[in-house]
């Protein structure tokens, strides 16, 4: 049997002092299930739109490091993790975008050469030096890309 460290007396006695704690626990893990739902959502719904998504593990971006992502480079440049803000530059088509401090599950919207949908990227995670999400890519472009050969 596990050695006690302490009986029910002095339990009850230190409850009130960790009840705060207990209780932003409880709340920061309803707000954790909410953000997973919405996301799951928007998952569904670019599913439902024709889109494919990438899974999270795929765009793991480093700082100063660029990446290529179907048909765009991303290139993290700067991770603000105490206000959840990050900037980015997206190179998509011979073209480099500049966008910055932007939010989690903020998306940003482009167009590639020869599409009428846009791609969709957002980030949900950030992290130190280190950012993570998805590419909405149309169906239409992902048909095209294919039929390509990239």
Request: no cysteine; proline share 5%; hydrophobic share 35%.
């Amino acid at each position: 049997m596990a050695e006690k460290y302490f009986d029910r007396r002095e339990a009850e006695e230190l409850l009130p002092a960790i009840e705060p704690f207990l209780e932003e626990a409880q709340k920061q893990k309803r707000a954790l299930d909410s953000i997973t739902t919405e996301i799951s959502n928007a998952a569904l719904r670019i599913m439902m739109l024709g889109g494919s998504l990438p899974p999270f593990a795929e765009l793991n971006r480093k700082k100063n490091q660029r990446e290529k992502v179907g048909d765009l480079m991303v290139e993290l440049k700067n991770v603000n993790q105490k206000k959840n803000l990050y900037t980015v530059s997206l190179y998509v088509d011979d073209s480099r975008y500049d966008k910055k401090n932007r939010s989690a599950n903020e998306p940003i919207y482009f167009f590639t050469h020869g599409t009428r949908a846009p791609m969709e990227f957002t980030v949900n995670q950030i992290g130190k030096d280190k950012i993570a999400g998805y590419l909405s890519v149309p169906k239409v472009a992902s048909a095209h890309a294919q039929a390509s050969g990239n």
